[in-house]
Structures are given as C-alpha cells and as structure tokens.
C-alpha cells in the first residue's frame, strides 16, 4: 500500500512513518517544514507544502498519481491551543483550509480512505469522569473547535463521494518511540518540567484545588508509539471495513495528576525539586480521561506502554 502522511516530519506524524515504513509500505510526506524536520523521515519522499494554500490542489493530485496513494494520514495542523485563542482566523485558515483542500484533492484523485488526527481538545470541558465518542463534544478553544469541524468535514465527505474514514481523538501524547523522534518542542507537561529541571528551575504545577484526590488535575497520558499503532489499525480497519466514518478515543482510559506525573519524572531522572503549586491555568477541565471500549472493540487496539515508560523514553531521547 502507498501511504500519503500530512505533517509526516513532525513528532507524532514521524513515528507513524516510521512504523509504515516497517512494514514495507511506501510513504509520501506531506509537510509545510515549519515544525517539521525532513531528517525524521528516512527515505521517504517529502513534498514541501502548505495544505491551506491555492498550490495545494494540483500538487496532492499529481502526488496521489504519481506515488499511485490509497489512502492519507491527516497530521498537518497548528495545534497550540493558547495560540489558538490569540489567532483563531490562522486557526480556521490552517487546519480547516488545509483539510477542505486535502479533502477535495483526495475526492479528485480517487483516494478513498482517511485517517483524521483528532484531538481530545473536541470536548471541551466534559461533565463526566471518563468521555465516550457518542457524548457532547463542546469545545471551548479555536483549536479544538477546527479538529470537531475535521471530523465533520471527513464525514460530509463520507455521504457525498464515499470517503471511508476514522478520526482518532488523541488525549496527552507524550514519549518517544524512538531517541530521534523525541518531541522537541517545549509546549506541554513533561517536555515543559524537563525544561525546568533542567534550567535548575521548579516545576510549576497549574491549580492545587481541583476537586481530584491530590488536588491537581488529571489527564489520560499516552505514548507516542502506542498512539502511532492505532493509525496502523485505524488503516487495516478502512481497508477492511465498510463504515464510512468512525471516530474514536486514542488513550489508556486512566488518568494521571499533574503531581503523580511529577513523582515518576522524579524517579525516572533522579532529580528531586520541590514543585511550584500555582493558580488553575484558565481553561483547563479538572479531568480529561478517554472511555477506550470502542477502540478496543473495534479495532483491537489499546496502550501497552505506561506513564514511567512514557517518561521514560522522553527523558532519554532527550539525553540523545
Ligand atoms: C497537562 C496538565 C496543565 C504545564 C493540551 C491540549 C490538547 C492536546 C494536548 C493537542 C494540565 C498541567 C502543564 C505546566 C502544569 N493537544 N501543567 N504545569 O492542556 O491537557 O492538553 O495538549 O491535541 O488538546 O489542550 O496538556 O501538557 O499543557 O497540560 O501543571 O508547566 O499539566 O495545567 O493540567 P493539556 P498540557
């Protein structure tokens, strides 16, 4: 099978690459370059573009032609939610531009099946202990409201020329699956503490008064090599399904506080600092947790990997 991967140079999109690449199918990267890094895709080809662009069209037609593509994995996207806020019209340009064009060269080019990267940012701030896909999806950030709006776009498209596709709804991703593959941007929890230790600095911990059992709020961590296999199930599923659309959870189904994820960042460098319990960051849901019964229904697919393995492989690849 011939893979098109959009934003394939980037941290989560390079593992799956990778893995694709394991198993002997051709790839053709899709990335814009400005957080990705061509050194992150072995002999893949890449072709440098920006999807929300009028090039777009033509040269993901020709793409799928030439490279004879059966099916896209969708990475490339902004994905800073504070940003989000700040220019939400960058936001609706990129990610909803970029997939109207990649949705309309896919129906022009005969291309059939999509995986769409989602994002746990599609529920807001949920009444519930753990989410389940058939539940209010009520996002409260630009960000989350362009990934709600790529699942629909992906599921409009499923009703008016057959696009089969599944959108993944991935929780806090974090680890590295290879040293080389680390996530090299500093812009959520564990990189963020490294950064920290690192600097001498403590860790700041956002809001010690959430009604959780430490105080601290909680999320579903999961590792970046189990979240690529789910993109590696999620494509057996649509070659061999025939659901048009499907959206499903990517997370361990068990939840992490900021201060359990601090004590195995603990245990796992050897450095001990004193964290610094701060005010709630605005924004934050006290706990977001993935109900993962579908996807492991459905497409057989859970985590094999832990929160310690999950820092671990970030702090290494990080030493690297
Ligand atoms: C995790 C927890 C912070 C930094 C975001 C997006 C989400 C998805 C993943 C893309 C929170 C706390 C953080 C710090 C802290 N992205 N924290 N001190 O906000 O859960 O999710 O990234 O799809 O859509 O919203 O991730 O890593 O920023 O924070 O206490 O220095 O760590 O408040 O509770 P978040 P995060």
Known sequence: MSVLVTGGAGYIGSHVVR?????????VV?????????????DARVLQLDLATDAAHPALVSAFAEHGVEAVVHF???????????QPARYWSQNVGGTANLLQAMADGGVGKLVFSSSAATYGAPATDVVREDGPAEPINPYGQTKLVGEWMARAAGVAWGLRSASLRYFNVAGAGWDDLGDTAVM??????????DAGRAPVVFGGDYPTP??????????????????????????ADERPHDVFNVGSGSGSSVLEVLAVVREV???????????????????????VSRISETLGWSTTKDLRDIVDSAWRARKA
């Open 188 to 197: 959520n929890l564990i990189p963020i503490v490294f950064e920290a230790l």
């Open 19 to 27: 893995l694709l690449q394991e198993r002997g199918e051709e790839v």
């Open 214 to 239: 430490d105080g601290s709020a909680i999320r579903d961590y999961v590792h970046v090599l189990d979240l690529a296999q789910a993109h590696l199930a999620a494509l057996d599923h649509l070659a």
């Open 30 to 42: 899709v990335d814009d370059l400005s957080n990705g890094r061509t050194q992150r895709v072995g």
């Open 269 to 291: 460098t050897g450095v001990d600092v004193e964290p610094e319990v701060r005010e709630r960051r605005a924004g934050d849901p006290p706990r977001l947790v993935a109900d």
């Open 76 to 86: 490339a996207a902004r994905k800073q939610v504070g940003e989000s806020v700040q």
